[in-house]
């Protein structure tokens, strides 16, 4: 019998996402595909360093211990081509990643090849091909460089999510980039009502919250937060939606404008997603965080 993707959390990851192949993908860039492969086989009994989504992957394959059936499935999906993938396949063993599946498409754009194996979060360090992905429906984030990296298993799953243009829909973030805070404001307040629309990460969120009812509440092995740069006088449409959809939040967070890096550290998250520069770049110092792009219109 045909092993089935479609009751599953599946997430594609990169290669150079999952490890630090920075040195690598340089001799790549500049020296070209033979040089890079012959330094992938000198090398290959040496495993590579983990990368900025490797604390993430592994804490989250984690949770399948818990089950009799996998409910967590993660696929290497890389440019790279087959042979390439020795040292990549070696580094998946020497870390003891419950990793079965890989895809080499040696050059060829992965976003062809997200829904055939059915994927429900694409995370990789090259933007073009987090771009399509995200254009194509999936949801999907580009990974930052981030250095400190935690060697220790967890038995919890810490996810950090900002709100609009990532969990909800951008219609309202731009009201606030074309006329400004108080419009933005009272926009808000005057559509308390009505539901905000669904972003890229609204699947993937309720995958998650599905997998959480699995579990009486204090025993989760995943726990979300919700960072959002709004202020507590537009709650009440973020908390209404989300009670509407059935999507649990564990902790949710109102900025009002102050810098989240502090929050998302205290928070411990295992990664952050988040649409705005300005926020990544103070969080990705302390915290691996994911930048989540527009779909272009």
């Known amino acids: 019998m045909a092993y089935d993707l479609q009751d599953k ?8 996402a999952l490890f630090d192949l920075e040195e690598e993908n ?87 090849y997200l829904e055939a194996f059915k994927v429900d979060l694409f995370l990789s360090v090259y933007a073009p091909d987090v771009q399509a992905a ?30 609009d243009a990532v969990i909800f829909g951008d219609e309202s973030e731009k009201i606030y ?11 808000e307040r005057e559509n308390a009502k009505n539901p905000l629309s669904k972003g890229p990460f609204f699947k993937f969120l309720k995958i998650i919250s599905d997998i959480q009812n699995r579990f009486p509440m204090e025993t989760s092995p995943i726990r979300t937060a919700l960072v959002t740069a709004r202020s507590f006088s537009t709650h009440e449409r973020v908390l209404g939606t989300l009670e509407g959809w059935g999507v649990r ?12 890096y502090e929050i998302i550290k205290a928070f411990g998250a295992d990664i952050f997603f988040d649409d705005q520069d300005i926020h990544l770049k103070d969080t990705s110092k302390l915290t691996p965080s994911a930048k989540v792009p527009y779909m272009k219109e």
Do not use: C
């Open 177 to 187: 980039q074309k006329d400004g805070l108080d419009a933005f404001i009272e926009h």
């Open 26 to 112: 340089t001799i790549f860039t500049q020296e070209g595909l033979e040089k890079y492969y012959t330094y992938q086989l000198e090398h290959i009994d040496k495993p590579l360093a983990k990368g900025s989504a490797f604390r993430f992957i592994q804490n989250l394959l984690h949770i399948n211990q818990k089950f009799d059936n996998k409910l967590i499935e993660v696929i290497i999906l890389s440019r790279n081509n087959a042979a390439t993938g020795l040292r990549i396949g070696r580094s998946i063993e020497h870390y003891h990643l419950d990793i079965e599946r890989t895809g080499w498409t040696a050059g060829t754009p992965v976003v062809r």
């Open 249 to 260: 939040i564990d902790e949710a967070f109102f900025q009002g404008g102050v810098q989240k």
């Open 9 to 16: 959390l599946v997430i594609a990851i990169s290669s150079r």
């Open 134 to 163: 995200v254009d194509s429906g999936v949801a999907a984030a580009t990974i930052l460089p981030h250095t400190p990296i935690v060697d220790k298993e967890q038995d919890i799953v810490r996810i950090a999510f900002d709100g």
